[in-house]
């Protein structure tokens, strides 16, 4: 168990230090498109009313200077391939901005102020937006990899505090089993020898009943559960049933979202602890969207969100694996941190399954029907 923690520790810093490489990355990119910007703008200034080409040709020189160093710098720090290709292109097409602008700085000297406009407005614009288009392109291939990269390592942790609890699981029948194997004639002597030890005793007492395990009950609970999924008949029930989980999970919220096997945008089609004008309200949430229930949707993995000190609780977003694909996400806002407990992650994951099993129906049909689908089961 303490290696498996220790494994799971080491997968969320290397998560926490791509984060950080990913935020740097994505602020640079920042940088160098501003970059680009006052460079367009800077050129155009040559033949502008009011404006000196004198002034900017300096400018626009240092500008250019610099965004192909930003371009340059970016693409040692890419940690993928697309985006390093995308940042080769983006760097070639600074580098035909200065070939444009030195020969618009060639008609202006000839006093061909004409062809100098139409060179600074048609190639020269059209360079430097392609440039910061390949920078754009850069950054999203970025956010791609992180995505894979995050998901990998939680599985990785996942399969290890599995193997681990396993294990650990497998050592203790294994004892349970070695104790049981001890010869029936030593336990008979035994107890003879205690009984002739033993004080006479007033009155006999009847022995304390052994306690409960204390994970009996939760999976009781999981078991019922499990079994009522397997008996859903519409939407009330499916409620009523989300009402235990989350009382097992110790959450004071489910949502259900479902989308489609060809990847259609989540929606909401079943919550406990939320009002129903919350939950009509609530959008639908695209697969390539920048949160929780739409991660756990596109990697099929699960997303664990941390609760913060003193403000917002934390979350576990489950997906639903169907044979076909994902077709959707339960998430679960956990009470007092329980989310990076395992027992609840574990939970959280069985019912998952035993929704996607149940919903595996509704989710064949097209995004703006699977809604009422849902709701018939």
């Given at each position: 168990m303490a290696a498996s923690g220790y494994l799971a520790f080491h997968a969320d810093k290397q998560i926490s230090e791509r984060r950080a490489l990913l935020r740097s990355f994505e602020s640079s990119a920042r940088d160098a498109g501003t970059a680009l910007s006052e460079l367009r703008a800077g050129q155009q200034a040559?033949?502008?009313a009011g404006q000196g080409a004198a002034f900017w040709m300096p400018k626009v020189a240092t500008l250019a200077e610099a965004a192909s160093q930003d371009v340059d710098a970016l693409r040692t720090t890419a940690q993928s391939t697309e985006a390093r290709s995308a940042l080769m292109d983006a760097s070639s097409s600074v580098t035909e901005f200065s070939n444009v602008d030195k020969r618009a700085?060639?008609?202006?000297?000839?006093?061909?102020?004409?062809?100098?406009?139409?060179?600074?407005f048609t190639e020269g614009g059209e360079t430097a937006s392609a440039a910061a288009k390949q920078i754009d392109v850069a950054a999203m291939h970025e956010h791609e990899a992180f995505d894979r990269f995050e998901a990998a390592q939680k599985k990785a942790a996942l399969y290890a505090i599995g193997g681990g609890a396993g294990i650990a699981l497998l050592t203790l029948l294994l004892l349970a089993g070695s104790g049981a194997s001890e010869p029936a004639e030593t336990s008979a002597l035994i107890l003879r020898r205690m009984e002739d030890d033993a004080p006479a005793a007033p009155s006999?007492?009847?022995?304390?009943?052994?306690?409960?395990?204390r994970s009996q009950p939760h999976l009781r609970a999981a078991a019922a559960i499990c079994t009522d999924f397997a008996r859903v008949r519409d939407v009330a029930d499916l409620r009523n049933i989300l009402a235990r989980a989350a009382d097992a999970l110790d959450a004071s919220g489910l949502v259900v979202w479902l989308g489609t096997t060809t990847g259609g945008n989540?929606?909401?089609?079943?919550?406990?602890?939320?009002?129903?004008?919350?939950?009509?309200?609530?959008?639908?949430?695209?697969?390539?969207?920048?949160?929780?229930?739409?991660?756990?949707y596109r990697t099929g993995s699960m997303q664990i969100v941390l609760a913060r000190p003193g403000g917002q609780s934390g979350a576990l977003v489950a997906p639903l694996l169907a044979p076909e694909g994902c077709i959707g996400s339960l998430t679960a806002e956990i009470k007092s941190g329980g989310e990076s407990s395992d027992a609840v992650q574990f939970l959280a994951a069985i019912f998952a399954a035993q929704l996607a099993t149940v919903l595996a129906a509704s989710a064949q049909a097209e995004p703006a029907d699977v809604t009422a689908k849902a709701a018939s089961l």
């Open positions: 040559y033949v502008a700085r060639d008609y202006l000297k000839s006093n061909q102020s004409l062809m100098a406009a139409d060179v600074i006999a007492v009847a022995p304390a009943p052994a306690p409960m395990p989540l929606r909401p089609v079943a919550a406990h602890g939320y009002p129903q004008q919350l939950l009509d309200r609530m959008p639908s949430i695209p697969k390539s969207a920048d949160n929780a229930a739409a991660a756990a």
